[in-house]
């Protein structure tokens, strides 16, 4: 089945500092997700990203499915954005119901 | 929108006893799905409905975990016999396409 990777695995920052999370992926998707899970383990979606360009706020994010990539970018970062960022895929010919997730970047922010 | 809504939120049970958690998903919802997170590890797949069919099974579902979903609306998760190995968060997740929308999770400790 499709691997997931991210990187990095832990990120410690400033509190106004901005950041890049990776996500590589082995396979062609046609489901991508990035999502943030808070100290109470709630996964809160961020963004269904399979291809394309997307913003929301502070946050962006950008899949390159050619080059089977993903990233995720937090600018003037806040301490609320403390937690794991996961990324999950899913890819063609690949079970319906099976994202797959990766291993999660832990991202502290210090004020 | 509710929300994906997951009960109970914490569960505390001796070893051999049977746990049954319920999940109800977002109402227009006819995808759900179970996953299984543990310490440090991203969410890893259990089973998919669509509507009250049970369409895949991940092998991490031994035969002591059933999962229903009668009436295709909120859907159980039972596990017979617990271990301490299956300590961990339960998470649900539903979607009306492909983009997974999750619960809460309830998290369960088998002492």
């Known amino acids: 089945g499709i691997q997931v990777e991210q990187s990095p695995p832990d990120l410690i920052l400033q509190e106004g500092a901005n950041s890049t999370l990776r996500c590589n992926f082995s396979d062609s998707v046609n489901n991508l997700q990035w999502f943030h899970q808070n100290p109470w383990g709630q996964l809160i979606n961020l963004f269904y990203i399979p291809s394309g360009t997307k913003q929301n706020g502070r946050l962006s994010a950008t899949t390159v499915a050619t080059e089977r990539y993903s990233l995720l970018y937090i600018s003037s970062s806040q301490t609320t954005d403390s937690g794991v960022y996961f990324c999950?895929?899913?890819?063609?010919?690949?079970?319906?119901?099976?994202?797959?997730f990766g291993k999660g970047t832990k991202l502290s922010v210090k004020p | 929108d509710t929300g994906v809504s997951q009960d109970p939120r914490h569960k505390i049970t001796k070893r051999g006893q049977n746990v049954t958690f319920r999940c109800d998903p977002i109402?227009?919802?006819?995808?759900l799905y179970w996953y299984r997170q543990t310490l440090g590890q991203g969410p890893e797949f259990l089973t998919y409905?669509?509507?009250?069919?049970?369409?895949?099974k991940s092998r991490l579902l031994s035969d002591r975990f059933s999962a229903e979903r009668p009436k295709g609306s909120f859907s159980t998760l039972e596990i017979q016999r617990t271990e301490q190995g299956d300590s961990a968060m339960y998470l649900c997740?539903?979607?009306?396409?492909?983009?997974?929308?999750f619960g809460p999770g309830t998290r369960l400790t088998v002492t």
């Open positions: 999950a895929a899913r890819n063609y010919g690949g079970s319906q119901g099976n994202l797959i």
């Open positions: 409905f669509q509507n009250e069919a049970q369409l895949e």
């Open positions: 997740a539903s979607s009306l396409q492909d983009k997974q929308y």
């Open positions: 109402s227009e919802h006819n995808r």
